[in-house]
């Protein structure tokens, strides 16, 4: 009797709280919508506000490569996209055997007394604020890559075009360097998730045929988890194409297409950063908005393939358990 | 007879559990000895410890001997036991990203052979021992995903034999199986001890009399009564075999 009673009562009570509920219920689907809401918002009104330079330079605002705010106005985009690219391609390049290795030692190798913490540690890379990377790179990074790295590099493959040229420091190279370490966190985190999916199951196969560690992590973890891999690192790679700050700070910002590595650049990001201030004319703020929207859909598309990627491979792991 | 593998005084914990206890057994040439008992007695635990795989779960610990052909299985390298003791699991486990050419092949590349010839006539005779060979022939490249659930746990078999060990185990190989598929295995396991010697753990008894010539059971860690797998099932030593064979308990 007394457990029906009770029942009762916090059923009154709900009932009785109606308004408070649905108010509730309310407010969480529209601030969820909003979400939504903003998104389109921003995506919308970018596309606006880029619309005139859109109509004065078409398709070619992309392949245009001068920025001149003076008459005759004229706006490309292919210097930064060009930097955007090399950079992130850099920051892939060192950033991913890095990364894959931490994952690797995390998820296959390390004791359990040392994988918590270690774990915490590389996540917290990722609270490190973008400008204190960039402060770093100037302070510290810039001054060892100017005297040290770069004239060793160039003393050995200085006959390459990309090693050419009188290193400076900030450049291309440590942009690329700053970037790896900033998307370090996010592929090692990704793909050790997609490795501990992995079955134990798959890595008993291998050790019974008589794989060593590294054999098994070759043939039962890291083919297995092949498709959360590649996703991991097109994550990073959206990381990279969108870091502002950091980049910025150690690109040397130059708007110029140059082969060697050792030339300063300029990515989107860090042209629209330093610059957007300065727009002079309506249509030159409308070449910056618009150059805006090309890093967002850059962004947007690789992390839309990004995700599908990893849904397949959490689709494939639900298959096979 | 022959001995193959001699266990003497074995003993394995997962962390501070006891998981079999001072465990002395022989194992023949060219025999099916099957290892029976209750669920959670250490049959499956046991024969982990003969291909050194037990150790390969966190703070699982081994004391004792195992002696394959008179060598101390614990004073070699894990990596070079395994290649001479193979091992089928409960559940199949073929590399799904791999195609059945290459799951088979899977163990040869490990050991370095990259002769296309010597890869493809391992393929087919041990596709052939393992009796998936017909059902297969035409598929090879075919993941390894796309097979029934017996046919994958004969391609695991398949993927086994392939780098020709010595001694094959099996952790309860048809327990996910169902009955046509657990009579494949169970021909298959009578006609592999041809060339293999095989170690069985099931917790069927019936597959166990109709598979072995030697029978263990094991209970609560502890190996009660290891015989000739007839006289066992027939006049079993031990009351507690007895008991479990007649159903009173398991």
């Known amino acids: 009797m007394h457990f029906f009673r009770w029942t009762r009562g916090v059923g009154r009570g709900v009932s009785a709280d109606t308004l408070g509920e649905s108010l509730f219920r309310w407010f969480s689907t ?5 979400v939504v809401g903003v998104l389109v918002l921003i995506a919308t009104l970018l596309f606006f506000e880029a619309e005139a330079s859109i109509r004065v330079f078409g398709w070619s605002f992309l392949g245009g490569t001068v920025w001149n705010p003076q008459p005759p106005l004229l706006f490309g985009a292919l210097p930064f996209v060009y930097g955007t690219l090399v950079t992130s391609a850099l920051a892939l390049l060192f950033g991913v055997p890095i990364s894959l290795g931490i994952a690797i030692f995390l998820s296959e190798l390390a004791p359990s007394w040392i994988r918590i913490p270690l774990t915490y ?19 510290v990074l810039a001054p060892v890559m ?33 970037l790896a370490i900033m998307i370090i966190p996010t592929i090692s985190s990704v793909s050790r998730e997609a490795f501990l999916a992995v079955p134990d199951s798959q890595r008993e196969a291998a050790l019974s045929l008589g794989a060593t560690r590294w054999e098994t992590t070759r043939l039962a973890v890291l083919r297995y988890a092949r498709a959360g891999l590649f996703g991991a690192i097109i994550l990073g790679l959206g990381r990279a194409v969108g870091e502002t700050m950091a980049v910025t700070m150690t690109i040397g910002n ?4 140059s082969v060697s590595l050792f030339d300063q650049g300029q990515t989107i990001a860090s042209w629209i950063a330093n610059n957007f201030t300065e727009a002079e004319t309506p249509l ?3 070449a910056f908005i618009e150059l805006g929207l090309v890093l967002m859909l850059m962004s947007l598309i690789i992390n839309i393939f990004a995700r599908l990627m990893v849904a397949r491979v959490l689709r494939q792991g639900e298959g096979a358990a | ?13 997962y962390g501070e559990k006891l998981a079999i206890q001072d465990i002395t057994m022989d194992v023949e040439d060219h025999m099916v000895t099957a290892v029976i008992g209750p669920s959670g007695c250490g049959k499956s635990t046991l024969i982990r410890c003969l291909n050194r795989m037990h150790e390969t779960i966190p703070k699982a610990r081994v004391e004792g001997k195992v ?10 390298s894990p990596v070079s036991v395994r290649r001479r003791i193979g091992m089928v699991f409960q559940k199949a486990n073929p590399f799904p990203t791999m195609s059945i050419y290459d799951n088979v092949a899977a163990g040869l590349r490990l050991n370095g052979v990259r002769n296309r010839d010597e890869l493809d006539k391992a393929v087919l005779e041990s596709l052939k021992q393992a009796a998936l ?21 004969r391609l695991c078999i398949a993927r086994a034999l392939a780098v020709k060990p010595e001694v094959l185990l099996m952790d309860e190989p048809c327990s996910a199986l169902d009955p046509i598929a657990t009579a494949k295995i169970e021909d298959l396991i009578f006609d592999l001890k041809k060339d293999f010697t095989l170690v069985v753990v099931t917790h069927n008894m019936q597959q166990a009399a109709r598979v072995s010539e030697t029978t263990a059971f094991m209970y609560l860690g502890k190996l009660i009564e290891v015989n000739n797998t007839r006289e066992l099932f027939e006049r079993p030593r031990e009351a507690l075999t007895e008991s479990y064979i007649t159903g009173r308990f398991g």
Request: hydrophobic share 50%.
């Open chain 1, 30 to 34: 529209l601030v969820a919508l909003g």
């Open chain 1, 121 to 139: 540690v590389v996540e917290l890379l990722a609270a490190v604020p973008s400008v204190v990377y960039g402060l770093w790179g100037i302070f």
């Open chain 1, 146 to 178: 100017r005297t040290s790295i770069e004239p060793f590099i160039q003393g050995i493959f200085g006959f390459l075009p990309i090693f050419q040229g009188t290193p400076i420091g900030l450049d291309k190279l440590s942009a690329g360097v700053i």
């Open chain 1, 254 to 257: 130059k708007n110029v297409i």
């Open chain 1, 284 to 286: 030159e703020l409308s």
């Open chain 2, 1 to 13: 007879m022959a001995l193959k593998l001699h266990v003497e005084s074995l003993s394995a914990w």
């Open chain 2, 67 to 76: 002696l394959l052909q008179g060598e101390d299985i614990y004073a070699a």
């Open chain 2, 133 to 153: 060979w017909d059902e297969v022939k035409d598929s090879l490249d075919k993941s390894g995903a796309s097979l029934s659930g017996g046919q994958q746990q």
